[in-house]
């Protein structure tokens, strides 16, 4: 009987030890994640260093809520934040952040935002104010007509 409580306690500890270290691995590779995307999408829990890093940088920030059971999220990942062009239009005017909105930080930014469908897409200027927002899929031409929207704010706020 003390062994499977052995072997479960075990298991547990060793679950947690992998749980924890991919956990780990996302944190190092740094502000950029290392992936697919044309975009650089900024891994961070927190919008405000984000607003901080666009003022400096003159830049606005574009979110993209999503979730992992999402369809249409897929399909953007893999049909236009895939792009080299809007990779390029991205990465030159906006800051860019993928959200998982069932994470427990995602979920505080959705509900900060009021996120109700996936993907929802907003443009933020550099003081965090929505200028520009769209639930559902923006395929290329529309998610640049958007995000030239958004720039064009820029100057009136």
Known sequence: MTIPKFLAF?????????????????????????????????????????LERAENEDKMVFLD???????????????????????????DNFLSMKIDAESEAGGNLAGIFEVKAYPTLIFLNKKGTSVVRKEGVAYHSELKSMAQ?????????
Not at 149 to 157: D, F, G, P, S, V
Request: aromatic share 12%; proline share 3%; net charge positive.
């Open 65 to 91: 809520f999503y979730t992992t059971w999402c369809m249409p999220c897929k399909l953007m990942d893999e049909d236009v934040f895939t792009d080299k062009e809007i990779g390029r239009y991205f990465n």
């Open 149 to 157: 929207e958004a720039l064009r704010t820029r100057n009136h706020n």
């Open 10 to 50: 075990s298991l547990l500890v060793a679950g947690f030890v992998f749980s924890t270290g991919c956990k780990s691995k996302q944190l190092v590779r740094g502000n950029a994640k290392a992936n697919k995307y044309e975009i650089n999408f900024i891994e961070s829990d927190l919008l405000m260093p984000i």
